[in-house]
């Protein structure tokens, strides 16, 4: 079952730096304008729906202008905790979509009839890498190996 997971992780390196840009970007473009949207909707200590809803265009929009007001005491504290959960939340459908890079079986993507079943020369044990019987690419059946050397022809033969 662990060949699996390390499959799906092999899989998924490749999207690691792309996972990367798309969290950092999505916490720019959404988690700062919520957060200063958030703060700013609270009126006398409560937070009011209806400035939320109208004024969280208008931040999306001017990101520049809202950096510098995270840093703000009022901001802050605001803003790691949805960076938090935005981030949770994020590793979470991460951990989701490696999970479904998981291969059905040991064998997916490995080309059936090739000589991949061999690793770091093993089927030279048997096999010969230099002449005989032609099997896969640099896989031969030596002659003068003692034993049984028949081969059994699996496919169509043309003969005219």
């Known amino acids: 079952m662990n060949y ?9 390196k490749k999207y690691w730096g792309k996972f990367v840009i798309l969290w950092l970007a999505l916490a720019i473009v959404f988690v700062l304008p919520v957060t200063v949207t ?17 004024n969280i265009s208008s931040n999306i929009t001017s990101i520049g202008s809202n950096i510098g007001k995270v840093f703000h005491s009022a901001y802050f ?16 459908l991460m951990f989701i979509g490696i999970r479904k890079l998981k291969p059905k079986s040991e064998y997916t ?44 022809i699996v496919g169509r033969f043309w003969f005219w």
């Open 77 to 92: 504290p605001i803003f790691t905790k949805l960076l938090l959960w935005y981030t949770i939340a994020f590793f979470i």
């Open 38 to 54: 958030y703060v700013e909707s609270k009126v006398n200590g409560k937070f009011d729906f209806t400035v939320f809803i109208v």
């Open 4 to 12: 699996k997971m390390e499959k799906a992780i092999k899989k998924s």
């Open 109 to 152: 993507d490995i080309e059936h009839g090739s000589s991949g079943w061999a690793e770091h020369g093993e089927q030279y044990k048997v096999l010969s890498d230099k002449k005989g019987i032609i099997l896969a690419e640099e896989n031969y059946l030596p002659l003068d190996k003692r034993g049984n050397v028949n081969v059994m």
